[in-house]
């Protein structure tokens, strides 16, 4: 189960694996009482350490000097399992990085300056079962689940071995955060701790290809200020299903449905992508069937003109029509974004993740 210690056998013995990028401070907490008889206090300055100011030698703080017994016992039992930054590539201050796991896969994650601070954008999973066409994660096909610990490591890369300051985290990597709820849950759960990384939920991005069950999950969990997004980037059902075969599974009436229960904060909005494609879902009667789709729900749509990938042979939509594409829409009273992707020629933009092997090294 998520979030609790692992017990390893060994020989005879069973040894106590305490993982700081897994547990809450609760669950930490718990671990720290029922194995060494401690508790909330030696819990707090462990994510002060590690998770805040990027200290391994947590040990080294005063509250741990005065306990050497315990000090002993954390040396041997408390894992922090940081990542390997295989490769790293940069250009105009977007930076992609790769974290080598164990079993030797690799995530890929991108910082992205925006105007006064960074935005991480961390992966899930490595590779994607969605299959969407235009996405070269979903080209890859699914390699496997990324664990709660995985996920937390790759903000820990970016803020402590590569010394970003980062104001907000974007679940826009590789792989589909709904297919793996559980371990998101947790990693935001550790992630949004005030005693250790500190991402307020408001700070904290979901980004989904339409898992209806995701959606109707995150509700229920009573998180009102996380964001939630939708990658929408079809005006109809016929074209949503070329491009992203999820849509048959979960069709755009029912999406529309899920996201009008869905407990929206009051003055919130739904963030929705949409990926612009030359001559396929850019023409007007698209932008007529897109604002009659949205305009029931309270929504900030980003524009995105389509990256290059593999084996999708269409081409991005020209910047006067994206202009025409997004003044038909504001002119139907919708919040509009164009997003010029940034990171592109590293491979870094929306959707190329999954191209790692193609980096240029520094
Ligand atoms: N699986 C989730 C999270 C990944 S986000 C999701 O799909 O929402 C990846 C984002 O990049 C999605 O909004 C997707 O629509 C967008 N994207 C995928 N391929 C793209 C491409 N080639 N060009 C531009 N955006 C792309
Ligand atoms: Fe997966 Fe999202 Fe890419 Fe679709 S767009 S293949 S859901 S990562």
Not at 328 to 349: H, N, P, Q
Request: glycine residues 8%; proline residues 4%.
């Amino acid at each position: 189960m998520v979030g609790m210690s692992t017990f390893l056998r060994y020989g005879v013995g069973y040894r106590v694996v305490l993982d700081i990028f897994t547990l809450t401070f609760h669950e930490l907490s718990e671990q720290l009482g029922s194995v060494y008889g401690k508790g909330p206090f030696h819990a707090k300055v462990l994510m002060r350490e590690i998770l805040k100011s990027g200290n391994v030698n947590w040990h080294n703080a005063p509250e741990f000097r005065q306990s050497q017994k315990l000090t002993r016992q954390l040396t041997m039992d408390l894992e922090i399992p940081i990542p390997e930054v295989s490769r790293c590539v940069s250009e105009n201050s977007t930076i992609k990085f790769l974290c080598r796991f164990k079993d030797s896969l690799e995530s890929e994650s991108v910082i992205i300056p925006m105007q006064r601070h960074n935005t991480l954008c961390i992966s899930s999973q490595i590779g994607c079962k969605m299959g969407c066409r235009f996405c070269e994660t979903g080209n890859m096909g699914f390699k496997r689940h990324l664990s709660a610990s995985e996920i937390v490591g790759q903000v820990f890369a970016a803020r402590f071995i590569l010394k970003k300051e980062i104001r907000n985290l974007v679940f826009m990597g590789m792989g589909e955060p709904f297919d793996n709820f559980e371990q998101v849950r947790q990693a935001i759960e550790v992630l949004s701790d005030q005693r250790g990384f500190d991402f307020a939920h408001r700070r904290i991005t979901v980004s989904t290809a339409g898992l209806i069950e995701g959606i109707t999950r995150l509700g229920k969990l009573n998180w009102p200020r996380i964001n939630l997004a939708l990658s929408l980037n079809a005006p109809n059902d016929e074209i949503r299903s070329y491009l992203m075969p999820v849509n048959k599974r979960y069709p755009m009436a029912e999406l529309k449905k899920a996201l009008i229960s869905y407990p929206l904060r009051k003055k919130g909005l739904f963030l929705i992508e949409y990926v612009l494609i030359n001559g396929l879902n850019d023409s007007e009667t698209h932008a007529r069937e897109l604002a009659e789709f949205l305009a029931p729900l309270p929504v900030r749509l980003n524009l995105i003109p389509l990256n290059k990938t593999h084996g999708f042979p269409h081409d991005h939509t020209h910047d006067k029509d994206v202009h025409r594409f997004a003044a038909f829409l504001e002119d139907k009273g919708i919040y509009v974004i164009k997003r010029w992707s940034k990171g592109s020629s590293l491979s870094a933009g929306c959707g190329q993740l999954g191209s790692g092997a193609s980096l240029n090294l520094p």
